[in-house]
């Protein structure tokens, strides 16, 4: 399996390792429970160093996301950020990434560690028709600072010139400097910085955090928290045989200059009309929601659950799940053979550290 960077650090702080689409990463370090709690409460950090990084760079760079991405990148400045899903011609979702505008035709954008092959593959495929040139960054070690007061943490840590503009960054903007590049975006729902340095500072950066009291955390904490936090996992909530218009991420889908791949499709969808939509499930009853459990209502109208786990915040079951736009509410979810209720509600469960259900 491969390793990033940062492989004894994790050993070294008690980690239980797990085979995670090849690489042997972090599930957590003891109690994934705590380490949810620590980026909810109060700071905690992750190694995402397994993300792909890629830099795109030339004078149609613009061009070139304007066509594979749903979103429209022409409403970044520089140093913005964008979320975006990333679509086939049938509509369907073949990765969800967020790109950093560096300067005019010059960005970033990190992609899913999961998808890099067929992501890197799709780049290249349809590339050629721009004069554009699209690089891999393997070398680029990532840590992912999150929680009310990860800001903080980072501003003792960093070196000054860094912190103080890092002091003044607003959410889903990005600082470009040599030897750091720091997004203030993340995955759990909460505050935070995503940061991007040379592979042989990151064991650095991760002791001076470890020595301001910064909790490591593992994939386990990072899945409740984003699934609290009502984010999409892809492979889970979204893939390429559902459109972002099914399964809530219609948000995405720029409203004009519909010329992106798989618009045609979503024209066509909006036309047929659309049958599915996301929602989030809190269970009713003892028991646990996971992954492909059917849920039924009333009137027979059915959905799967896509998401689901214990939510360490809420202290119940959740989950998020695609159904029929017109399901009811009077639900239940098929467990064992057993049908339990479950409420439905509007997504996220969590905002800010504050529970919503």
């Known amino acids: 399996m491969k390793k990033t960077h940062l492989h004894q650090a994790h050993l070294d702080a008690g980690a239980k390792m797990v085979d995670f689409g090849g690489w042997d990463m972090p599930i957590n370090y003891g109690s994934q429970i705590e380490e949810h709690h620590a980026v909810r409460q109060d700071k905690g950090m992750f190694d995402v160093s397994h993300m792909t990084i890629v830099d795109l760079v030339g004078p149609e760079s613009e061009k070139f996301l304007l066509k594979i991405l749903a979103n429209d990148v022409r409403k970044l400045g520089d140093g913005k950020a964008l979320y975006s899903t990333m679509l086939n011609e049938s509509g369907g979702i073949i990765d969800d990434l967020i790109t950093y505008k560096r300067a005019a035709n010059n960005y970033r954008i990190v992609v899913n560690a999961g998808t890099r092959e067929k992501d890197l593959a799709w780049f290249e ?6 004069d554009a040139s699209i690089t891999e960054r ?13 800001v903080e943490a980072c501003l003792e840590v960093l070196p000054s010139d860094i912190s103080k503009k890092l002091a003044s960054l607003k959410k889903f903007s990005c600082l470009d400097e040599t030897d750091y590049f720091i997004g ?7 505050d935070g910085v995503e940061i991007l340095v040379p592979q042989e500072k990151v064991i650095e950066l991760w002791n001076k955090l470890l020595q301001a009291d910064v909790k490591p955390c593992g994939l386990g904490a990072r899945d409740t928290l984003r699934l609290e936090a009502g984010m999409h996992l892809y ?13 809530g991420l219609g948000w995405t889908v720029r409203k004009e200059d519909f010329n992106f791949i798989g618009a045609d499709a979503l024209t066509t969808l909006r036309t047929q009309g659309i049958t599915k939509k996301m929602i989030g499930v809190v269970l009713a ?16 109208l059915t959905g799967i659950i896509t998401s689901g786990s214990f939510s360490p915040s809420a202290k119940v079951a959740i ?8 399901m009811g509410e009077n639900v239940k979810v098929k467990i064992r053979k057993k049908e339990l209720n479950v409420k439905c509600i509007k997504l996220p469960f969590v905002r800010n550290g504050k529970v919503l259900i």
């Open 285 to 300: 009853e003892r028991g646990i929601l996971r992954h492909n459990q059917e849920l039924v209502d009333e009137n027979g």
């Open 235 to 247: 492979g889970q909530d979204m893939n390429e045989e559902i459109t972002p218009l099914e399964c």
């Open 184 to 190: 203030r975006t993340g995955y759990t729902g909460e």
């Open 319 to 326: 989950g998020m799940a695609i159904v029929d736009k017109n």
């Open 125 to 130: 495929k349809q590339i050629k028709a721009f």
């Open 138 to 150: 393997p070398k680029v070690a990532m840590l992912a600072v999150q929680g009310p007061h990860a």
